[in-house]
């Protein structure tokens, strides 16, 4: 297993465990995301990780909608990655995308990865669960994000960025730099 597929089984887990976490009466609680609700940021992570699987070429995006079973079609996205990075040739397929061309196991530890985890935090968030994120997946999120932070700034991407605190912790730099206030 590789050092991406373990750091990504370990966010999708903890996202996982999140998701399963959410009682009924709190799919339509606000999440740290403007206008969205807990539902909201689901249905954006499994979207993303069907958008993500798609870039190998061999399956079509799809798309979850409100009113489907959240949790088995996380569960079915989550499976669709963690295949393809167990399969070398297609963990190691260029794939193109916002960031350029990359290996696909490349896309997975950079955006995926990163996406998933802050959204870990904001259904954390939303539904009263525990908020704290992989270490790792925290410094490897911030090294990946801070280059690009032009490229992120814009309409549908992240908010403007916060200033943390002072002596803050890596978790609460990346969630400054997210635009969410720890």
Not at 72 to 80: E, I
């Amino acid at each position: 297993m590789s050092e991406v597929s373990e750091r990504y089984a370990t966010i999708a887990d903890g996202f996982g465990a999140r998701l399963a976490g959410i009682r009924p009466d709190q799919w339509s609680a606000p999440s740290p995301c403007t206008e969205w609700t807990a539902r909201d940021v689901v249905m954006h992570v499994i979207n993303t990780h069907f958008r993500v699987r798609a870039t190998l070429g061999d399956v079509p995006a799809g798309e979850v909608h409100a009113g489907d079973v959240l949790e088995a079609q996380w569960w079915s996205a989550t499976d669709a990655i963690r295949t393809a990075l167990a399969d070398d040739a297609l963990a190691s397929q260029t794939v193109g995308g916002m960031f350029g061309e990359q290996p696909f196991e490349s896309l997975v530890g950079r955006l995926l990865c990163a996406d998933t985890l802050i959204h870990t935090w904001d259904l954390a968030r939303a539904t009263g669960q525990d908020d704290r994120l992989d270490d790792d997946g925290v410094e490897k999120a911030l090294a990946f994000l801070t280059p690009i932070d032009d490229a992120i700034r814009r309409p549908g991407g992240f908010a403007a960025k916060l200033t943390p605190p002072a002596g803050a912790d890596t978790q609460t730099q990346l969630l400054a730099f997210a635009g969410r206030a720890a």
